[in-house]
């Protein structure tokens, strides 16, 4: 390369002219607004937001500086750059807001849905879309008093989350339990049947104030769970930690007689909250075991030794006459050891039941 070249590296570093004056005249107000600009623009933060504010900034700024380039300057090179580097930041602008918006949740009932929810378990913003989307991503409303299901009449073909208000759950007019936000509100009737069988609420639930929540179809629902197993673990996770919940809520309403309370936890509960047929006296709460007619009578002495067989014809001057059976209240505990509280009996067993059977 020959060193006079005015264009060779030597001439730019040593040899290039120096400023003999510095000129009092102004470039103008669009170089100047377009520098402004972009002193605002690279005050953004990091992140996706961060980005889209720093571009946003950087494209009207150097669209200011081609228009300076182009009428102020009057050079070609200026506005060429300026305008490449324009173009650019707006197609960043228009990819990160695409972007933003499919990463995006259809509205903020949903969006506080996923930060309470399903953020906390780790679950991605997509995975959580394609829930949402089973159930076409509508927020359903019932009014104060409104009732959701009706025991006895409404079929089970559906299974609903609350987002927000209370529901009151009852049972032929009697009070259960509440059903909370990011609650289920029908879990146990969705486990209690198989995905072939057809059922009806055997609870009412009635909306106590005004409730919010979204509804999954049951076909729908289970075509999503039988393709992803991810998400059929998640919805088994939830819906018996649901349904433990409800069960515990359950717990002070079982009580016997006596006042004290019963732990749902206990195998023999259900032997408690199993119905039992009414018995000919009076309708006891428990009856004895089935016998054979072979059995069906109980010795009320217990049987002597064989070697002592002279002095047992002394002793049992009755001997030959048919033994009296004794009667079911005295074979079994008493009624007061039985829980037979309203509670206990007629409502809990009935709900439970209707939830595994």
């Given at each position: ?8 590296i ?14 009092n005249?102004?470039e103008?107000a669009?170089y ?13 933060g990091s992140g996706?937001?961060g980005?889209?504010y720093?571009?946003?900034f ?6 200011c500086?081609?228009l ?8 070609l090179?200026?506005?060429?750059w300026?305008l ?6 707006l197609?960043?602008v ?11 949740l ?5 969006s506080?849905l ?6 906390p378990?780790?679950?991605?913003v ?5 829930i ?6 509508k ?7 409104e ?9 089970i073909?559906?299974l ?6 209370r529901?009151?759950v009852?049972?032929?007019g009697?009070?259960?339990?509440y ?6 509100l029908?879990?146990p009737?969705?486990e209690?049947?198989?995905?072939t ?7 009412t639930l009635?909306?106590?104030?005004d409730?919010y929540?979204?509804?999954?179809r049951r076909?729908?629902?289970y ?7 991810y998400?059929?673990r998640?919805?088994s996770?939830m ?7 409800k069960l515990?809520s ?8 006596s006042g004290v309370?019963l732990d ?8 408690v ?8 006296e ?7 075991p ?6 069906a009578?109980?010795?009320?002495g217990?049987p ?7 002095d047992?014809?002394?002793?049992h001057?009755d001997?030959?006459?048919?033994p009296?059976?004794?009667s079911p209240?005295q ?8 829980p037979s509280g309203e509670d206990s009996?007629?409502l ?5 039941r209707?939830?595994f059977?």
């Amino acid at each position: 390369m020959n060193s006079d070249d005015p264009t060779s590296i030597d001439s730019i570093i040593y040899n290039h002219t120096l400023c003999n004056g510095w000129t009092n005249s102004s470039e103008g107000a669009i170089y100047h607004l377009g520098n402004t600009i972009l002193f605002l623009g690279y005050m953004g933060g990091s992140g996706a937001y961060g980005a889209l504010y720093i571009l946003s900034f950087l494209t009207p700024a150097f669209l200011c500086l081609a228009l300076w380039g182009w009428l102020t300057l009057c050079g070609l090179d200026v506005f060429l750059w300026n305008l490449l580097l324009m173009l650019q930041c707006l197609a960043q602008v228009c990819h990160l807001i695409f972007r933003l918006m499919q990463d995006g949740l259809a509205n903020e009932e949903l969006s506080a849905l996923y930060t309470a929810v399903y953020l906390p378990l780790d679950v991605p913003v997509q995975v959580f879309k394609e829930i949402t989307a089973a159930s076409k991503s509508k927020v359903l409303s019932l009014a104060a008093e409104e009732t959701y299901a009706v025991e006895g009449k409404t079929p089970i073909d559906q299974l609903s989350f609350l987002l927000s208000g209370r529901i009151r759950v009852s049972l032929e007019g009697q009070f259960l339990h509440y059903i909370f936000p990011h609650q289920f509100l029908d879990s146990p009737e969705w486990e209690s049947l198989r995905p072939t069988e057809e059922g009806n609420f055997q609870v009412t639930l009635t909306a106590e104030t005004d409730c919010y929540y979204i509804s999954w179809r049951r076909r729908r629902l289970y075509l999503l769970l039988s393709k992803d197993r991810y998400i059929a673990r998640l919805f088994s996770v939830m819906l018996r930690s649901d349904i433990a919940d409800k069960l515990y809520s359950l717990n002070d309403k079982l009580f016997a007689k006596s006042g004290v309370r019963l732990d749902i936890r206990l195998p023999s509960l259900y032997h408690v909250l199993a119905p039992s047929p009414q018995g000919s006296e009076g309708g006891s709460a428990s009856s004895p075991p089935h016998r054979s007619q072979g059995d069906a009578t109980v010795m009320t002495g217990d049987p002597e030794p064989s070697n002592h067989g002279s002095d047992a014809r002394n002793i049992h001057p009755d001997q030959g006459k048919t033994p009296v059976s004794k009667s079911p209240h005295q074979l079994w505990p008493s009624d007061t050891e039985m829980p037979s509280g309203e509670d206990s009996t007629s409502l809990g067993g009935r709900y439970t039941r209707g939830w595994f059977a």
